[in-house]
Each structure stands twice: as C-alpha cells, then as structure tokens.
C-alpha cells in the first residue's frame, strides 16, 4: 500500500509540471476520490471478511494472512441466485423471436427503456426504430411536422459537429479527449490508474440523460426530457391574449414533463423581444399545416373553389416587421346577395367577402375583400396585411377553432 501511495505521489509531481494545470485539477480531484473510494471499499471488504482474501481460490488462505493487493471485482453476494442455465428454467430469451417482439411492442416507453438496461441482447431489441416509431407517433405525432423532423435532423448534426470539431488544440479545448489522454498516459506509471473509469457525464455527478443518437427512441427520449426545442404552432398564444384570440402563431416548443405541458419561445419582432410563455396545454399545440415560414406570403391555391360558408385560415400580420399569424374566418355574402344559396352567385364574382365573426358587427376588424384572381398581399398599415388563404377541410380543424371560440365578443 505504501508503495502504491508512493507511486501517487511521484505521478503527481510528474504531471504538476506540465502547462495544462486545468485539466491536472480535475484530472486529480477525480483520482483522489477514486482512490479514496476504492481505499475505503477494500478496509471495509477486508474488517467483514476478517482479513480473508475474497479472490475464491482452490484452498482457504489462513485467517490471519493479509490480501497482497484489494480486489475491486463486485462482490457476488452470499445468497447465490442460480442462473437460467444451471437450473433449467425457462428464459425469457427462450421464446421464438416474433413472440418476443410482439411483447416487446405492448410495453409502455418507461417499460420498454428499462427493458432495455437488462442486458446486451434486450438492449438491441429495445432500441429497434420500429418499436418506437408507433410511441412517437402517438404521444408526438399532433404536434410534430415535417419543420419538427428537420429541427431534429439539424440538432443531430451540430451536436456530432460539437463533439468531434474539438476546438483549439490547447488547455482546456476537447476536455473529454484529453482527460481519457491523461488517464491513457498516467496508466503506464501508475497501474492503479487503468482502474479508474471516466464518468459518461464529465465527472459532474449528474445524470447524463437520454443518449443522443439518430434513433427514434433518442428523439422520443429528448422530446420526454424537455432538451429539444421544436418548431410548432399555438393557438391564442400568450395565456389568450385579447389581441391573439382565434389565431394562431408559429413558436419553439419544450416539453415540461413535470406538468404535462409545454414552455413555448416566441420569436421577436418588432420592438418586441422573444416571449416566453409556460403552461401551454396540448389542445393549443398543433404541428404546422403548411411548410411556409413565418415571415412568407403562403401561396393561395383554393382561392377559385371558395364559396360562402366555407371555413378558410388567412395569414394576417400587423405590418411589414412581424411575423404573419393565421387567423380563422369564413367565407361571407357579397352585399348585392341575399344569402338565399338557390339564387346565390357569389362564388362567381372576382370579389370574396371573409367574415372573421369573432369581431362585434361594425369593428373594422369584422370583415376583408380579397380578389380571387390576383390575390397576393393586401392591406395597410392601420389594418394590417392580410396574406395567403387556405381552405380548410377537415371537421377535426374546424372543430378546433370552434372549441377556441371567445366567450364575449371582441371589439
């Protein structure tokens, strides 16, 4: 043991003298702890054991003889599990493939990630893209979009970007690298050193989360652990504001898993910064109907088949410097018709009335012309700029709105 101190010690002053102090204190505080930590397992294992070497060996070593160095193998406990193979039984691993894929597929995602810490061969099964594919769609699939698929695309690449560009080939640049370098290096003087196993986390102490690779159990992972921020779209955005009712704008998303909600990051515009907003519940999320950006004027391609009564999204945005919101409207009667459909000609004219009833009759914000031919954006600077139209034709989208719908009327 003295000898083995001694070693330290010299290793310690050998090392102090290099330029990278940095990388030698974390390096050192890690060793130390790792020494102290294996010192104190082998007295402790060496007072129970009654100064007994716990190596099992072919005869007994006499009581009072001293192990010449400790053993840091994981002690087998004393009740002896035996194991499948010695017993006969029935394993799990046993069954035929498919059957163990079929159980596999109706385990929850909690059950399925601690299915997978088993062992090797569960492991590889539960990872598989197809068992995890139907949980994201599932939990996710609402409120992910292809904008959403791109995002995480992105963030794969710049966090392999991150961890293999390394930086500046100097003190305190690629510290993982260097401190497995460290340990490489100081093994050759100091056996006890190959011992020491580096921490996945940096030594840090914490948990070092779901593992990012491009798996869809790591994307279902990190959207469940609120690291990913995606690309979505929310309905009455800021708790429902008045001035954002019956709309709904483009925002980054993270999931909260202690509340079951969302955080939702607003992107500035204007002389208004970024806003933030907690608490956002699942109805108001919705993944982008339409690739359009935010600051695009979407392309109208329904504007021909709009008649009145139709439920239709316009892109509206306060004037040139903000971002344009889709806001929910229908498809009104020209004032020359009397609204009876069997003598109506409406969707005849160049001309389509949208109606936004939300709106108390006569506010300024009740009603808008467009021109079914020539349609791109039309507006001004006291009313706003109306954009691109869709038509909206699922039941599940109206209804949405529908749920949406203020209780008071809006001036």
């Known amino acids: 043991m003295l000898a083995l101190v001694a070693t330290f010690v010299f290793s310690c002053l050998l090392f102090l003298s290099k330029p990278c102090a940095r990388d030698m204190r974390f390096f050192l505080a890690s060793l130390c702890q790792e020494l102290a930590l294996s010192l104190l397992g082998f007295l402790a294992g060496y007072r129970l054991l009654g100064g007994v070497a716990s190596t099992p060996a072919p005869t007994r070593a006499p009581a009072d003889a001293m192990p010449l ?49 088993v062992c090797r061969s569960m492991r590889d099964r539960c990872r598989a893209d197809h068992l995890w594919e139907s ?48 340990l490489a290096a100081l093994s050759c003087v100091c056996p006890v050193v190959s011992w020491i196993r580096p921490r996945a986390d940096g030594g840090a102490g ?79 999320v919705r ?57 109506c000609r409406c969707h005849l004219s160049d001309t389509i009335v949208l109606e936004f009833n939300q709106y108390t009759p006569g506010s300024r914000w009740r009603q808008s012309l467009v021109n079914r031919k020539d349609h791109r954006e039309e507006g001004n600077e006291g009313d706003g700029f109306y954009g691109g139209i869709r038509k909206l034709h699922s039941k599940d989208e109206i209804s949405k709105w529908k749920q949406l719908w203020p209780i008071d009327i809006l001036e």
């Open 206 to 284: 914490k948990s070092a989360g779901p593992v990012l690779d491009d798996s869809v159990m790591s994307w279902y992972l990190h959207m469940e652990s609120g690291k990913f921020w995606f690309p979505a779209q929310v309905y009455n955005r800021e708790h429902g504001h008045v001035g954002f009712m019956m709309s709904c704008y483009d925002a980054e998303l993270s999931y909260d898993f202690h509340t079951d909600t969302f955080r939702a990051r607003y992107p500035p515009h204007g002389r208004r910064t970024v806003v933030l907003e907690d608490g956002v519940q699942w109805d108001r």
């Open 135 to 182: 949980h994201m769609s599932d939990k996710w699939g609402p409120v992910m979009g292809a904008a959403a698929r791109e995002e995480w695309r992105s963030y794969l690449s710049s966090s392999s970007a991150a961890d293999g560009g390394g930086g500046a080939a100097g003190c305190g640049s690629g510290g993982g690298v260097k401190r497995r370098r460290w």
């Open 69 to 117: 160095m400790p053993s840091f193998k994981r002690k087998r406990p004393v009740a002896k599990v035996e194991s499948a193979e010695a017993t006969g039984d029935p394993s799990l691993l046993d069954l035929p493939e498919l059957t163990i894929d079929c159980i596999l597929a109706r385990l929850p995602p909690a059950e399925l990630r601690n299915m997978a810490a």
């Open 287 to 343: 993944a982008p109907p339409v690739d359009t950006l935010a600051h695009d004027l979407h392309v109208s391609d329904c504007l021909h088949e709009l008649r009145p009564g139709d439920s239709i999204e316009i892109q509206w945005r306060r004037n040139k410097e903000f971002p344009y919101g889709w806001w929910y409207g229908v498809v009104g009667h020209l004032e020359s018709c009397d609204g009876n459909e069997h003598f």
